[in-house]
């Protein structure tokens, strides 16, 4: 069996034809897949996420769409500003505004992109954009030009590419490759189109336009009809080097191409691709772990790659293959994507050297000490109400670390009562402490022990947020499991994820709705800070005005000029 891991990830070169000959990671897991509903997620959540694809080594991070909020922007710059390695790329329409935003978003990024779009298909020059042919092209041209004077780094997508006319696609290609693009992207947006179509597309474009040598050509397919990674695969075929992608697959509507999938679907067939990424395929599983706690949506158990099952082997004959040669039923093995294998018992004896090594096994990359000495806290706490810590509790505690440290809120002291068959049902008193000093006592009844405790922590906290989602799972097994609660609040036209992780369930949740209620309170904050792009917006409004958002704090300063679209899928 050939061992895919690359640990040693080389300086990606990216953008301009005379980068080296590997398949380009180009990750859009912060931007195409954090607008999908019930992802979003706060500016400590994407920085901790970006870090972790750092990590896995990928080409580029489209860190965001900067014009879209002002929690966007800051986002964006906050990634720029920490994370080094892979090209930091922001997205934005073929409008002055939106480009200047990302310039400014990324200013001091290592390396930085813009990556400027427009719809260049029929359905969406008449219905959307309504402009002609000449005038799309004159936008286009004229983003990439304002693009390249602020970065020599320029993306350009011809959104909707797959149902566009071929001549008319070839020229708007040719004519922004002149103006400076130096990657050139041809999206699937709508999941339409089929392997050999995404081959025919390629072929034709690359060969018919004059000036194809120099760009590199990208590929970015949606997952609709569930071809999203073939159809990736096609493109890579047909001589395209960069690869969008997202973590878990997650993104617009039905998804995007999962970026673990591509990776090792390159390496496990490197006899049939003969390219490569760069990218370190022992971190794959770190980084799905990673986004689906800060997320709050776990992975289906039969995903590919990364999925519980995915090395799980339960039939006898599987079995029986497996115990005599791995490759009997495995194409992969699991350590090659990062899947612990390491069977050190750690308990209450354990020392922070021995959970340090495991730490960072799970979470892909070192903790800093400050994060380390409270999850090792957190650690020897547990230590004392459980005989074994198994990798899944060490996982719950790193990649939850930061659970505990959310401010400004805290609790402080929590007791519940339940009675069942009377009135009330249940009952809760929380006392909160706030990082000005106040301490503020609640009691509150529901009908469960959840609901009184909710109750109780919104009436302390003065947050009239709405409950969208709540689940708690068991993690481990056994009758001293932990239990992991996510939250989803509501609030205005903010959206949350909290998480909270305890022996006692109900309090697992209690944790996981303060969390997500103080990252309500710092995202209302920001929202309200005056750190966003300064230009006003300017020239056509390129935008989808049925997916703008509605938020009076995200409108532009002119209000003709229409409101930024967070929700655009390149």
Same mark, same amino acid.
């Given at each position: 069996?050939?061992?895919?891991?690359?640990?040693?990830?080389?300086?990606?070169?990216?953008?301009?034809?005379?980068?080296?000959?590997?398949?380009?990671?180009?990750?859009?897991?912060?931007?195409?897949?954090?607008?999908?509903?019930?992802?979003?997620?706060?500016? #400590?959540?994407? &920085?901790?996420?970006?870090?972790? $694809?750092?990590?896995?080594?990928?080409? /580029? =991070? @489209? %860190? !965001?769409?900067?014009?879209?909020?002002?929690?966007?922007?800051?986002?964006?710059?906050?990634?720029?500003?920490?994370?080094?390695?892979?090209?930091?790329?922001?997205?934005?329409?073929?409008?002055?505004?939106?480009?200047?935003?990302?310039?400014?978003?990324?200013?001091?990024?290592?390396?930085?992109?813009?990556?400027?779009?427009?719809?260049?298909?029929?359905?969406?020059?008449?219905?959307?954009?309504?402009?002609?042919?000449?005038?799309?092209?004159?936008?286009?041209?004229?983003?990439?030009?304002?693009?390249?004077?602020?970065?020599?780094?320029?993306?350009?997508?011809?959104? #909707?590419?797959? &149902?566009?006319?071929?001549?008319? $696609?070839?020229?708007?290609?040719?004519? /922004? =490759? @002149? %103006? !400076?693009?130096?990657?050139?992207?041809?999206?699937?947006?709508?999941?339409?189109?089929?392997?050999?179509?995404?081959?025919?597309?390629?072929?034709?474009?690359?060969?018919?336009?004059?000036?194809?040598?120099?760009?590199?050509?990208?590929?970015?397919?949606?997952?609709?009809?569930?071809?999203?990674?073939?159809?990736?695969?096609?493109?890579?075929?047909?001589?395209?080097?960069?690869?969008?992608?997202?973590?878990?697959?997650?993104?617009?509507?039905?998804?995007?191409?999962?970026?673990?999938?591509?990776?090792?679907?390159?390496?496990?067939?490197?006899?049939?691709?003969?390219?490569?990424?760069?990218?370190?395929?022992?971190?794959?599983?770190?980084?799905?772990?990673?986004?689906?706690?800060?997320? !709050?949506?776990?992975?289906?158990?039969?995903?590919?790659?990364?999925?519980?099952?995915?090395?799980?082997?339960?039939?006898?004959?599987?079995?029986?293959?497996?115990?005599?040669?791995?490759?009997?039923?495995?194409?992969?093995?699991?350590?090659?994507?990062?899947?612990?294998?390491?069977?050190?018992?750690?308990?209450?004896?354990?020392?922070?050297?021995?959970?340090?090594?495991?730490?960072?096994?799970?979470?892909?990359?070192?903790?800093?000490?400050?994060?380390?000495?409270?999850?090792?806290?957190?650690?020897?706490?547990?230590?004392?109400?459980?005989?074994?810590?198994?990798?899944?509790?060490?996982?719950?505690?790193?990649?939850?670390?930061?659970?505990?440290?959310?401010?400004?809120?805290?609790?402080?002291?929590?007791?519940?009562?339940?009675?069942?068959?009377?009135?009330?049902?249940?009952?809760?008193?929380?006392?909160?402490?706030?990082?000005?000093?106040?301490?503020?006592?609640?009691?509150?009844?529901?009908?469960?022990?959840?609901?009184?405790?909710?109750?109780?922590?919104?009436?302390?906290?003065?947050?009239?947020?709405?409950?969208?989602?709540?689940?708690?799972?068991?993690?481990?097994?056994?009758?001293?499991?932990?239990?992991?609660?996510?939250?989803?609040?509501?609030?205005?036209?903010?959206?949350?994820?909290?998480?909270?992780?305890?022996?006692?369930?109900?309090?697992?949740?209690?944790?996981?709705?303060?969390?997500?209620?103080?990252?309500?309170?710092?995202?209302?904050?920001?929202?309200?800070?005056?750190?966003?792009?300064?230009?006003?917006?300017?020239?056509?409004?390129?935008?989808?005005?049925?997916?703008?958002?509605?938020?009076?704090?995200?409108?532009?300063?002119?209000?003709?000029?229409?409101?930024?679209?967070?929700?655009?899928?390149?």
């Amino acid at each position: 069996m050939t061992e895919h891991s690359q640990d040693q990830t080389p300086e990606p070169e990216v953008g301009g034809a005379t980068a080296g000959d590997h398949v380009r990671i180009f990750d859009t897991t912060l931007r195409d897949g954090e607008q999908a509903p019930g992802f979003s997620m706060d500016n #400590d959540q994407k &920085r901790r996420v970006a870090l972790s $694809l750092a990590e896995l080594g990928v080409d /580029v =991070i @489209e %860190a !965001g769409f900067p014009a879209a909020s002002r929690g966007d922007f800051r986002s964006v710059k906050t990634i720029a500003e920490e994370v080094r390695g892979p090209v930091i790329c922001g997205l934005a329409r073929c409008r002055d505004a939106d480009i200047d935003a990302v310039a400014e978003a990324t200013a001091k990024a290592e390396r930085r992109r813009i990556h400027v779009f427009i719809g260049t298909s029929p359905i969406h020059r008449r219905d959307k954009l309504e402009m002609t042919e000449d005038a799309v092209v004159e936008a286009a041209v004229a983003g990439v030009r304002r693009a390249r004077a602020a970065c020599d780094d320029v993306e350009f997508s011809c959104e #909707d590419a797959f &149902r566009t006319e071929p001549d008319y $696609l070839c020229r708007v290609v040719e004519a /922004v =490759i @002149e %103006a !400076g693009a130096t990657t050139i992207n041809l999206p699937d947006t709508v999941g339409y189109a089929m392997p050999d179509d995404v081959r025919r597309i390629f072929a034709q474009v690359m060969g018919r336009v004059p000036n194809a040598d120099r760009a590199v050509f990208s590929t970015h397919c949606h997952n609709d009809l569930g071809l999203a990674v073939a159809n990736s695969l096609a493109a890579v075929e047909a001589g395209a080097r960069q690869v969008e992608c997202a973590v878990n697959g997650i993104g617009e509507r039905a998804g995007n191409c999962a970026t673990e999938e591509v990776i090792m679907a390159l390496a496990t067939r490197a006899d049939h691709f003969a390219i490569q990424t760069r990218a370190n395929t022992r971190k794959i599983y770190p980084t799905s772990r990673l986004l689906a706690s800060v997320t !709050g949506h776990t992975v289906q158990r039969n995903k590919a790659i990364v999925g519980e099952n995915a090395f799980a082997h339960e039939a006898g004959i599987h079995q029986a293959g497996v115990i005599k040669n791995a490759e009997t039923y495995e194409i992969m093995r699991p350590e090659d994507v990062g899947v612990p294998r390491n069977h050190i018992v750690l308990g209450k004896h354990s020392g922070r050297h021995a959970f340090a090594q495991r730490a960072e096994m799970l979470l892909g990359h070192a903790m800093t000490r400050e994060e380390l000495d409270r999850a090792f806290a957190n650690f020897k706490a547990l230590a004392d109400r459980k005989k074994v810590i198994t990798d899944s509790d060490v996982e719950s505690l790193v990649m939850g670390h930061e659970m505990g440290a959310q401010t400004p809120w805290r609790i402080k002291t929590f007791q519940v009562s339940t009675n069942q068959g009377g009135e009330p049902a249940a009952t809760a008193t929380v006392c909160l402490v706030h990082t000005d000093g106040r301490e503020v006592t609640r009691a509150a009844t529901g009908n469960g022990p959840i609901e009184a405790a909710f109750n109780a922590i919104r009436s302390a906290t003065g947050i009239p947020a709405r409950l969208a989602d709540f689940s708690v799972r068991s993690i481990g097994a056994g009758i001293d499991a932990q239990g992991w609660a996510d939250v989803r609040l509501d609030w205005s036209a903010l959206s949350v994820h909290g998480s909270g992780v305890a022996t006692d369930v109900v309090f697992a949740g209690a944790s996981a709705y303060l969390d997500a209620m103080n990252r309500l309170e710092n995202k209302s904050a920001a929202q309200d800070s005056p750190e966003r792009p300064s230009a006003t917006p300017t020239g056509p409004d390129v935008s989808d005005p049925d997916t703008a958002p509605a938020t009076p704090a995200d409108a532009p300063s002119d209000p003709a000029a229409g409101t930024p679209s967070k929700a655009m899928t390149a």
